[in-house]
């Protein structure tokens, strides 16, 4: 890819006591591109994600946003400066509306919190977002719902709907289709899809036909390492990758 | 499903029929809802940090006390036109507290922030009940108590109970008002998605300890706004305001009320100051008002077990369903 990246992790490494979890992992996402990280449980695609966030500081390496370092920049700030993630389990705002919950991550772009005579729910560019995204997301008829009674399907769509009201540029997606029906994985994928050509998307994801379907790139990881990264036909017969996590039957 | 819009209307008439009640009230019944609407303020900043944020704070009374201790020891001797400044002052007094124990204990989570917050009340507590300054145990006396006015003009005269009770109407409004439009606002739905998620917020690009320092700020400003009516009503100060006593009975307030309610905070003021009073009445209760402590617990652990949502749950059970 001759375009410059839009986010790129250089030899990054993060132990837990004696365990590295990750292992001088680098890789580069680039606008246009879905990247999927794929690999066994324990293999520290979370914690890559946990790391390229900020969420979790690193013990070595370097995370660069563009032309900025941001190895160091809390998590809140690399948010604002254009890295969405989602999370594996959903972190919701369940007690909130589905448009409340969209609202409240645009918010974050504008949060001016000294303006205390205007009510939020009548904050109009954070409601426009909201009501933009949910229809991307296509969970516009549900807006008025509260998030915690979505059924599985769509409360992991409103994931990928929170990240994408924060304005990102970067997507770290960690296994949005993790428990979803045929009909769900379709949408999502749609979904990806149609985010790609704006967007650099980190993909998380244990359903192979799905990560063989999307991915522009693959990279797999085991023990907190990379063992290849490549185009996805050259993935499907790698024999390392085959031999450790994707199996002989699966080329 | 949506969430129940507030109706302003409900406040604004609970504060009018409160601003006309001392013409049927006795001069005791008088000085009563005026203590209730002491502790109503003091109710209403910790809403702001558990109900709203929620952080669970055993400390508030550290804030209450300071901002009580800052009045009486700042008032001039001759009284004169002092509440215009010494009720900013308090506020002043407890907030730069409060930047320093929340810098501190909002490190800590959980259980942690809850003994963390404890264990700076305490701190506060023997600093005021183990040196000269403060009085030590027997507290402070306000010999001369401050009006409210600008230049010649005397506005209120607390040393009259009317308008001390106008006095304290006055700052109630104003507090609820203020935390009515803090929780309708950027900052206040900023706080509520803090309570329900920090992790996504924090996700999401939001410098969640910097709103939780605020919250704690305002909450400790207005504790001391409190407190300062409170030396104001009662011309004593002692260390007991600042006791963890004081920081349960607040906490049981907001529990008794219902939490994630400014109404909660003040009915909980209301129910917990009036059960306290039922149950320390010798004429009431007969003997067993030696033991109010006692009885306000039994009935407390009653109250809560049967409306586990406090008494704002009881909406509940008269609106339609469905």
Redesign the interface.
């Known amino acids: 890819m001759a375009d410059a990246p839009a986010l790129q992790a250089t030899t990054l490494t993060r132990r837990f006591g004696g365990l590295t979890a990750v292992n001088a992992v680098s890789l580069s996402l680039h606008v246009g591109e879905v990247h999927a990280v794929i690999g066994t449980n324990g293999a520290g695609k979370s914690t890559l994600v946990n790391l390229l966030?900020g969420?979790l500081a690193t013990d070595e390496g370097h995370v660069t946003l563009g032309a900025h370092d941001v190895t160091h920049w809390?998590?809140?700030?690399r948010?604002?400066a254009g890295i969405?993630?989602s999370?594996q389990r959903s972190?919701?705002?369940?007690?909130?509306?589905v448009l409340?919950n969209c609202r409240?991550?645009a918010?974050?772009?504008?949060?001016?919190?000294?303006?205390?005579?205007?009510?939020?729910?009548r904050?109009d560019q954070s409601l426009a977002v909201a009501q933009e995204v949910l229809a991307t997301t296509g969970l516009a008829d549900v807006a008025?719902?509260?998030a915690g009674?979505l059924s599985h399907g769509q409360k992991r769509q409103l994931e990928v709907a929170?990240c994408l009201?924060?304005r990102p540029q970067v997507l770290l997606l960690d296994e949005p289709l993790a428990g979803m029906g045929a009909e769900e994985t379709e949408r999502m994928l749609a979904l990806l899809q149609s985010l790609k050509p704006t967007h650099a998307v980190l993909l998380i994801e244990h359903d192979m036909d799905a990560v063989f379907r999307v991915a522009d790139r693959i990279t797999v990881m085991v023990d907190g390492q990379v063992i290849a990264s490549d185009v996805p036909g050259r993935i499907r017969t790698h024999p390392e990758v085959l031999r450790a996590y994707l199996g002989e039957a699966f080329a | 499903m949506t969430a129940p819009r507030l109706s302003w209307w409900v406040p604004v008439i609970a504060a009018l029929v409160l601003l006309c009640l001392p013409s049927v009230l006795s001069p005791y019944a008088q000085g009563l809802v005026a203590k209730i609407m002491v502790y109503a303020v003091f109710a209403l900043s910790l809403e702001l940090l558990v109900g709203t944020t929620g952080l669970v704070s055993l400390g508030h009374a550290a804030f209450l006390g300071i901002g009580a201790y800052v009045t009486v020891l700042a008032a001039p001797e001759s009284g004169g036109n002092a509440l215009i400044w010494l009720m900013p002052l308090a506020m002043l007094a407890a907030a730069v507290y409060a930047v320093a124990v929340g810098l501190l204990s909002l490190r800590t989570q959980g259980v942690y922030f809850i003994m963390v917050t404890l264990a700076f009340a305490q701190m506060a507590y023997f600093v005021f009940h183990d040196t000269k300054l403060a009085g030590g145990s027997d507290g402070l006396y306000l010999y001369v108590r401050p009006v409210l006015g600008l230049g010649s003009i005397t506005l209120l005269d607390p040393a009259e109970g009317r308008q001390l009770y106008v006095l304290v109407w006055a700052v109630l409004v104003a507090t609820y008002a203020l935390l009515a439009l803090l929780t309708r606002s950027r900052f206040g739905h900023a706080l509520a998605g803090i309570r329900v998620n920090e992790q996504r917020m924090r996700a999401a690009g939001y410098r969640t300890q910097h709103y939780k320092l605020a919250a704690f700020v305002i909450a400790g400003a207005l504790a001391g706004l409190a407190g300062c009516l409170l030396a104001v009503k009662d011309g004593v100060v002692n260390p007991e305001l600042l006791s963890w006593h004081e920081s349960g009975a607040v906490l049981l307030m907001l529990i008794l009320g219902g939490l994630g309610h400014l109404r909660g905070a003040v009915i909980g003021a209301v129910a917990f100051t009036l059960l306290k009073e039922f149950f320390a009445s010798e004429g009431l209760v007969g003997p067993l008002a030696a033991h109010w402590q006692l009885s306000l617990g039994v009935s407390i652990i009653v109250l809560v077990a049967a409306l586990p949502r406090g008494l704002m749950g009881l909406r509940s059970l008269w609106r339609p369903r469905g």
Do not use: D, N
């Not at chain 1, 809390?74 to 700030?77: E, H, N, R």
């Not at chain 1, 919701?92 to 509306?97: R, Y």
């Open positions: 966030s969420e809390p998590q809140p700030k948010a604002r969405g993630r999370y972190t919701l705002f369940g007690e909130f509306s409340e409240l991550s918010q974050s772009a504008l949060q001016r919190p000294w303006h205390v005579w205007q009510s939020a729910s904050c008025s719902r509260i009674t929170m009201a924060t």
